[in-house]
């Protein structure tokens, strides 16, 4: 679906364009398509979340054998994995590169992991009991991205940045242990990684609710302040008043 920009007098020829007009010119020769999409971020957070916290609680003892990674890979590759990295990918189209990048990274993460425990079920590899320096420098790129990332999202508000300074800790955290095989370290990184998807179940639902509901609901640490009181609302779509001609939000 397409509509075009409303035309502000006759089109310059291309030689008599000068900055003052433009403007003016690329108005009258330009066309804006609509591609209306939800929020990637909702999914991408939310796969993150459950993948996370289920492997995390393996790792801080809270249940569990050596065995039990064998069960959880399938659904950590599903839904941490395929989930996120959909959402990077929705993230490219809605110009959002914070969101490409982390779940992009972290979805494709979740997918080699469900590979290597396929492998690892099926007798092809052999899992290390104790050092694993291989996944410990996975874990030691992981969360200095994770790292960048957490900068960079100073400016989308407190959720993000908890999740991801979280993750990128717990993930420094779990790259110890990989190098020197201390089980401390990996206790410990569990429980940091916990702490990471309880964030990101927050971020998640917070967006999830201000896009049904139409206001905020939960609050987000926004960096302007005003929008983050229940009630307000965090965008100001340029929308008509009866929804864009031909789409229907929601099912």
Known sequence: MSTTTHRRGAVPPPAAVTPANERQAWEARSRVVLTPIAAPSILGLFGFAGATFMVAAHLAGWFGTTNSPMYLFPFAAAFGGLAQFAAGLFCFRARDGLGTAMHGMWGSFWLAYG?????????????????????????????????????????????????????????????????????????????????????????????????????????????????????????????????????????
């Open 115 to 251: 590979v290597l425990f396929l492998l690892a079920a099926v007798k092809v590899l052999v899992i290390p009991p104790g050092k694993f320096p291989e996944l410990g420098y996975w874990f030691l790129v992981l969360g200095t991205i994770t790292l960048i990332g957490a900068l960079a999202s100073l400016t989308e508000g407190a959720g993000l940045f908890l999740t991801l300074a979280a993750l990128a800790t717990g993930s420094a955290f779990l790259a110890v242990h990989y190098l020197t095989g201390g089980m401390g370290w990996q206790h410990t990184g569990g429980w940091v990684l916990i702490g990471s998807a309880v964030a990101a179940t927050y971020t998640a639902a917070a967006m999830l609710f201000e896009s049904t509901y139409g206001r905020v609901i939960l609050p987000l640490g926004k960096p302007k302040m005003e929008t983050n009181k229940p009630g307000e609302r965090f965008t100001r779509p340029v929308e008509y008043e009866s929804g864009m001609p031909g789409v229907r939000q929601g099912q």
